[in-house]
């Protein structure tokens, strides 16, 4: 049994402040000034904003594989830090998590962690390599309870392949999440945004429209299917277009946007620091102004991390031959504070639209994103506005540091997270 | 003059002229029967080239050497990530031996200069990727001023593969910087991305029409096509981009007869330059070559031994 907690003076979604009290794992009562029960611990939280927990569908958390990057828990520390108590970790490790024993194994090792609930992502395809059905049935009927599938880091890009995945996952209410990218139009070598940059700069060029092309195909396929497609890291205004036709049309479709290009744009790689480098690329400001626009008319459902440690010898090669990713676990929350909530775009109930329960709807995860109502799992983050984050790249808990956020002051900070009733970040740090 | 010397960026007009002026006394040592200069004496050079070359490498090896330097080569196929280890532990490594300027190729654009924040080594970039070449811009200018006198307001044709060309890229930020028009010559599939916004914002033009272009020029630069291209789609046949973009004999003759053609080399004959133009005598294809090391030695000059002299 955990101990019982009462949050005092929160404002619940930046609204009239309220106490919370967290008993047994789930929101007992809300109200303004509730009485302590015995034995109680008591939270200030005068000024502070309650979110429910925040969920990520898209971290890289390398283990098995590259525990010198990053592991479960150290990204667990890292999600944890930053107020989310669920995530989704990507399938593209070594191996990769396209069995259930795999799926399992990284589900096993985020419960030992015990800081954010871990759900492995399972491969579309065996091996990543776009050709065959990985064992999709058997890693959802593990208890890893596998339904998100993605070959993230890679498109699924034979047509037929993803028409059959969207198929077989309706058995079970699986969703495919789609790392739009045709290899054709941008291949590996692809690096930076295709456009004046990119040609005076002479990087390999990846266009826009070889997410567009992927996104429009996918969103065809959902309606022919019927099935659910679920695209992940959305950087483009075309992408935009299409999703918001599509929706229009009544096809059942999702999308994510990343912290990353919801603010950084293409001319930061104009120094070649691979720091920057992130697939899909940053983007121009156009695509980024239409990305806020989208997220925050509901055409982008949620954001995602696309957390992505590397170790630091990864990046310090030539800029095409460094490591594609960026970390974001720990600044996702004060980035969209910044971009979203600072400049009037979103309050903090839509906040919690995008980063809590839109994302938890999508992965499917009932014990998520369930707001702070009474008999809600107490997952709350509460959250300082008038605090902003001071990135220190050398400050993090992730194993990594390609930190693109290192020195920049951000909208807002987590003060504090629970999972379940259990605190595991107070004061901003891991409790 | 910088410190280091990884794109034309790093060139002020007036440093060109500085380089030029130092490369035309070189120019004359270089015809004496005894070539070795003092200037160098005890400083190392090493040329790092991580992509084959020749005659940028023995260039830069002989301009060292007659400068007296101790030069010294490092060749490696490919980039260092493909062996496990990183660009900067490699160039650490070298430059932890004591060398006082890194000449580098890399096959990599921005290379140069991602290393140019690692090591205390002056950096000179003889070849980023697709990205710079600053060091055979250089030489092409001042090969076309001894042909052409001042560059201001001469019409420059750059014609060929700009895409993938680090040639094209620094040429067209010098030329333009010592005052030349230039106009850059390529079917849409060989231009640049952005190429409209960049040469708006550049001060260049851009053409699909070398037989419109020619009559205008007062001096050509051919630049080589990789046959490889072909497999990527860029263009449909060899034979079809000769028609359309290659300095055939037929095309000398809209040429004047005074026009310098320039190739930085090596050359595919036949395809992007016709043997009757390469040969031609207003062909300057050798004289980029030997005013190569005299621009060279100017170089390393200035960025080595420049504050003891300046």
């Excluded at chain 1, 293409?266 to 940053?282: A, I, M, Q, R």
């Excluded at chain 2, 231009?191 to 033009?205: H, I, K, L, N, R």
């Excluded at chain 2, 630049?223 to 034979?239: D, H, I, K, N, T």
């Amino acid at each position: 049994m955990s101990e019982t907690i009462l949050v005092r003076g929160a404002r619940p979604y930046g609204d009239e402040p309220a106490d919370l009290l967290l008993r047994d794992g789930v929101v007992a009562e809300v109200g303004p000034g509730l009485d302590a029960p015995a034995g109680a611990r008591v939270v200030d939280a005068d000024g502070l904003v309650a979110l429910p927990g925040l969920v990520d569908l898209h971290t890289h958390l390398r283990e098995p594989g590259r525990e010198d990057a990053e592991t479960v828990l150290t990204g667990s520390r890292a999600a944890a830090v930053g107020g989310f108590t669920a995530v989704l970790a990507m399938a593209n490790t070594s191996p990769v998590t396209d069995t259930a024993e795999a799926a399992e194994r990284v589900h096993d090792l985020g419960r030992t962690a015990g800081l954010v609930d871990v759900h492995p992502v399972g491969a579309v395809t065996r091996g990543l390599a776009g050709e065959e059905l990985a064992e999709l049935g058997l890693m959802h009927r593990s208890r890893a309870r596998v339904s998100v599938f993605s070959d993230d880091g890679r498109c699924v890009a034979d047509a037929r392949v993803m028409r059959r995945a969207l198929e077989y996952v309706r058995a079970f209410g699986g969703v495919v999440s789609q790392h739009a990218q045709d290899p054709s139009l941008a291949g590996p070598a692809s690096c930076c945004h295709e456009g004046e940059l990119s040609g005076r700069l002479g990087l390999p060029g990846w266009p826009g429209v070889a997410e567009e092309v992927v996104v429009a195909r996918d969103v065809m396929l959902a309606r022919h299917t019927g099935s659910r497609v679920h695209v992940a890291h959305a950087s483009t205004a075309g992408t935009v277009e299409v999703l918001r036709w599509a929706k229009g049309l009544g096809i059942d479709v999702t999308a994510e946007v990343t912290p990353h290009h919801l603010l950084l744009t293409t001319d930061l790689l104009e120094g070649y620091d691979p720091t920057y480098k992130v697939n899909p690329p940053l983007r121009p400001q156009e695509d980024v102004e239409a990305l806020r626009a989208a997220l925050a008319d509901g055409t982008i459902d949620a954001v995602a991390t696309d957390h992505a440690p590397h170790a630091r010898h990864d990046k310090e090669h030539a800029f095409v031959d460094a490591a594609f990713g960026m970390l974001g676990l720990e600044t996702a929350l004060p980035v969209v504070a910044h971009v979203m909530v600072e400049s009037g775009l979103m309050g903090w109930a839509d906040v919690a639209r995008v980063m809590s329960t839109a994302p938890a709807r999508i992965a499917g995860l009932d014990d998520q994103g369930q707001g702070l109502g009474v008999g809600a799992p107490a997952n709350v983050v509460l959250v300082d506005p008038a605090t902003p984050l001071v990135v220190d790249r050398d400050a993090s808990v992730s194993l990594s540091r390609n930190n693109p956020w290192h020195g920049r002051t951000l909208g807002a900070s987590v003060v504090a997270t629970f999972l379940r009733g259990v605190p595991t970040v107070l004061d901003g740090t891991l409790a | 003059m910088r410190k280091h010397l990884l794109s034309i960026d790093d060139v002020s007009a007036d440093d060109a002229a500085t380089l030029f002026a130092t490369a035309a006394e070189m120019h004359d040592v270089q015809r004496r029967q005894v070539k070795k200069l003092p200037a160098l004496r005890g400083r190392t050079v090493i040329n790092l080239f991580f992509e084959d070359s020749t005659r940028t490498r023995s260039s830069f090896e002989i301009a060292g050497k007659w400068l007296s330097a101790d030069t010294i080569n490092i060749t490696g196929k490919g980039s260092s990530a493909s062996k496990g280890e990183s660009l900067r532990d490699t160039v650490l490594t070298i430059a932890a031996m004591g060398v006082d300027a890194l000449v580098m190729r890399h096959p990599a654009s921005g290379a140069a200069l991602q290393v140019s924040q690692w090591v205390d080594a002056a950096v000179l970039n003889a070849g980023d990727g697709t990205h710079e070449h600053p060091s055979q811009a250089l030489l092409d200018a001042y090969t076309l001023q001894q042909r052409l006198g001042s560059l201001e307001g001469r019409h420059v044709a750059v014609v060929g593969d700009l895409t993938h060309s680090r040639v094209f890229r620094s040429n067209v930020k010098l030329l333009t910087k010592l005052g030349a028009q230039v106009t850059v010559v390529a079917p849409p599939t060989l231009m640049p991305s952005g190429v409209g916004a960049w040469s708006a914002a550049a001060g260049f033009a851009t053409s699909y029409d070398l037989d419109e272009v020619l009559p205008k020029a007062d001096a050509v630069m051919m630049l080589r096509v990789q046959r490889e291209r072909m497999s990527g789609g860029y263009f449909p046949s060899a034979r079809e981009y000769t028609v359309g973009y290659g300095l055939t004999r037929d095309r000398l003759r809209l040429l004047g007869p005074d026009v310098p053609i320039c190739h930085p080399g090596p050359m595919n004959r036949g395809l992007e330059i016709a043997a009757d133009a390469a040969d031609a005598a207003q062909s300057v294809v050798l004289d980029q070559v030997s005013a190569g090391v005299a621009v060279r030695m100017a170089i390393l000059y200035h960025l080595l031994a420049g504050e003891e002299t300046d």
